[in-house]
């Protein structure tokens, strides 16, 4: 990947040096079995999570190539960044915007993750600098039911509530415009404004004559609407 072209985000945080691979792994949850008489056949079911693996390098020491959001952070700042995703036990977003080195904006990944693990390697040859394998897997929302049975011996009723993880997040109580910035994405957009950068859809959905038909391709100097929630 060329450096500058890509920016990394894990959650809130922007990787200094963008990873020089990245690996996405769409699994299958296909199944094969043999009938009698006919051999075997495919059944086809969705698609399994998604794994994410990536190498990235953690300066010491600020480079001329690398960015921060914020200033010089050391290692120290980022390794603990990355534990907090581990034990806080919750998904966060995962987001890789490509940029090309002309300008104008290629596709994005935009996907709600889990942190799985993370291996940080030290080797001499690169200095004070560290190096850290990460691996991401893909969080669908799932939710309980709970049913009621009334006791009305005539009629009786049954209903069914479905309980799902939600985020709520603070959000606009009128509509408002925005003018997109250089290397501003949906998902960042919806964070800003809504608190949360799931909801980009809503951005989206709001926009669909201005962004056209995918929502990755937004591009500066673009007006949206901001809809209250």
């Known amino acids: 990947m060329a450096k500058g072209g890509y920016d990394f985000y894990l959650k809130d945080c922007l990787l200094p040096i963008p990873p020089s691979k990245l690996t996405i792994k769409i699994n299958s949850e296909n199944e094969t079995v043999t009938l009698m008489n006919q051999g075997e056949i495919n059944i086809l079911k969705t698609a399994g999570l998604t794994d994410i693996e990536f190498e990235c390098m953690i300066p010491q020491v600020r480079y001329p190539f690398a960015v921060y959001q914020s200033g010089f952070q050391e290692a120290e700042y980022f390794l603990s960044y990355f534990e907090a995703l581990k034990n806080g036990r919750k998904p966060f977003q995962f987001i890789v915007c490509r940029s090309k080195p002309g300008g104008g904006r290629l596709f994005d990944t935009n996907i709600r993750v889990s942190m799985e693990d993370y291996k940080i390697t030290e080797d001499a040859a690169d200095g004070f600098d560290l190096t850290v394998k990460i ?30 993880e939600t985020t709520d997040s603070p959000a606009p109580d009128t509509v408002l415009t925005y003018t997109v910035a250089k290397n501003d994405c949906l998902w960042k957009i919806a964070k800003k404004f809504y608190g949360d950068g799931s909801k980009y859809p809503v951005i989206y959905e709001a926009n669909k004559e201005v962004v056209g038909s995918d929502p990755n391709l937004i591009y500066e100097g673009q007006v949206l609407t901001i809809p209250a929630l």
Do not use: A
Request: glycine residues 4%; hydrophobic residues 20%; proline residues 3%.
């Open 135 to 164: 691996s991401l897997k893909q969080w669908r929302d799932y939710g309980t039911k709970t049913v009621t049975i009334s006791s009305d011996e005539e009629q009786p009723k049954v209903s069914v509530e479905s309980q799902r």
